[in-house]
């Protein structure tokens, strides 16, 4: 499974740090995923990050302000989130890819972020 | 990285066929084979039903399949039912390890 942890509220300008603790598969071997859901809106891709951390990648709306970063020894992928603004308010996925694949089959619960003041 | 682009609803009746599309360019759904799609219900986690443009992962009904023409993917929903009233969103890789998803369409089960 993969729980997210880390969510809460913060204000405009400020930073938090979410977990995702990966369990029942081999972590090491997959890339991981973090994708976000605005309250009642859609579902947008945020980044990724390969097996040893040596790749990673944004979406520009988070770019310069959003790390990936992962620990396989402690099976968990982190995304920590500077410059929090109004529009990063959303749920938090963190999710896996098939193995070699190009689609996410497996996603955590969610966890809720709210940049307010 | 703009989204790609669906109808933002989609009803029919029981029985009856629904299909979406998902609009992109050929920097993503044109240029990749590489279109997913995912499931939605309310309050519910994203599940997977169609990667590869047209493949269904085990365990999703054969009523849902996918297919490409050009710069556009389309997800047929044959037979519609009760259960599939959801939301759902394409999503396709636009390289450099880039991914961008749909804004999601609608689907009423009128």
């Known amino acids: 499974q993969l729980v997210e942890s880390g969510g809460g509220s913060v204000q405009p300008g400020g930073s938090l740090s979410l977990s995702c603790a990966a369990s029942g598969f081999s972590f090491s071997n997959y890339w991981m995923n973090w994708v976000r859901q605005a309250p009642g809106k859609g579902l947008v891709w945020v980044s990724l990050?390969?097996?040893?951390?040596?790749?990673?990648a944004y979406a520009d709306s988070v770019k310069g302000r959003f790390t990936i970063s992962r620990d396989n020894t402690k099976n968990t992928v982190y995304l920590q989130m500077n410059a929090l603004r109004a529009e990063d308010t959303a749920v938090y996925y963190c999710a896996r890819p098939r193995d070699g694949g190009y689609y996410l089959d497996f996603w955590g619960q969610g966890i809720l972020v709210t940049v307010s003041s | 990285q703009s989204a790609l682009t669906q109808p933002r609803s989609v009803s029919g009746s029981p029985g009856q066929s629904a299909t979406i599309s998902c609009t992109g360019t050929s920097n993503d759904v044109g240029g990749y084979n590489y279109v997913s799609w995912y499931q939605q219900h309310p309050g519910k986690v994203p599940q997977v039903i169609i990667y590869?443009?047209?493949k269904r992962p085990s365990g999703v009904p054969d009523r849902f399949s996918g297919s490409k023409s050009g710069n556009t993917a389309s997800l047929t929903i044959s037979g519609l039912q009760a259960e599939d009233e959801a939301d759902y969103y394409c999503s396709s890789y636009a390289g450099s390890y880039i991914f961008i998803f749909g804004g999601g369409t609608k689907v009423t089960v009128l």
């Open positions: 590869d443009v047209t």
């Open positions: 990050i390969n097996i040893n951390g040596g790749i990673t």
